[in-house]
Nanobody, 115 residues
Framework: QVHLMESGGGLVQAGGSLRLSCTVS????????MGWYRQEQGKQRELVAT???????NYADSVKGRFTISRENAKNTMFLSMSSLKPEDTAVYYC?????????WGQGTQVTVSS
């Protein structure tokens, strides 16, 4: 059984920073790509950033230069460092991991940016 657990969301003022974490647990893990997605209320889920097991990254244009995705393969953990946050970054953030190579999702963590 594979389980993803996100943490680090919360309320922050515009211009502030937050760091999200996502840890994958389970037996016999072989994690390929991982990613962060977000969903605003009433809208479709959208890609924020992805990272391969080799460390290659990809970002949505809206977060380039402000967000940084990283991972610690030895700990099966992924991070999203967010800075210069804007009210439009407010959403539920979900982590996704391709494991063996089925796609798994976390339960989401709320990020709220006040103006």
């Amino acid at each position: 059984q594979v389980h993803l657990m996100e943490s680090g969301g919360g309320l922050v003022q515009a211009g502030g920073s937050l760091r999200l974490s996502c840890t994958v647990s389970g037996s016999g893990l072989s994690i390929h790509h991982m990613g962060w997605y977000r969903q605003e209320q009433g809208k479709q889920r959208e890609l924020v950033a992805t990272i391969t097991d080799g460390g290659r990254t990809n970002y949505a244009d809206s977060v380039k230069g402000r967000f940084t995705i990283s991972r610690e393969n030895a700990k099966n953990t992924m991070f999203l460092s967010m800075s210069s946050l804007k009210p439009e970054d407010t959403a539920v953030y979900y982590c996704e991991a391709s494991v063996n190579p089925i796609s798994y999702w976390g339960q989401g963590t709320q990020v709220t940016v006040s103006s």
